[in-house]
């Protein structure tokens, strides 16, 4: 089993800065991909950024340079620093984590953006 604890989200103002942490715990594989996916209402879940144990980094489209993610493999953690956040960008962020075919969830935290 395995448990994500997501911290961070919360408000701001569009343009403005927001860091979102999550650190995984229990059975983790040697291998595998952490990340965050959005979800806005009424739409569907999508990719943020995501990172492999090799370094691997896949971001959403919509990122555009404003995102980064990076890991902290001692403490199986990932961070996502958001930048010049638009009212777009308002949604739930869901950490992930992925392993021999296996995909767990975090609770999500919302990020909501004004303009």
């Known amino acids: 089993q395995v448990q994500l604890v997501e911290s961070g989200g919360g408000s701001v103002e569009a343009g403005g800065s927001m860091r979102l942490s999550c650190q995984a715990s229990?059975?983790?594989?040697?291998?595998?991909?952490m990340g965050w996916y959005r979800q806005a209402p009424q739409k569907q879940r999508e990719l943020v950024a995501v990172i492999s144990t090799a370094e691997n980094i896949n971001y959403g489209g919509f990122v555009q340079g404003r995102f980064t993610i990076s890991r902290a493999d001692a403490k199986y953690t990932v961070n996502l620093q958001m930048n010049n956040l638009q009212p777009d960008d308002t949604a739930v962020y869901y950490c992930?984590?992925?392993?021999?075919?296996?995909?767990?969830w975090g609770p999500g935290t919302q990020v909501t953006v004004s303009s």
């Open positions: 229990g059975d983790i594989y040697s291998i595998h991909v």
């Open positions: 992930t984590i992925i392993q021999q075919r296996n995909n767990f």
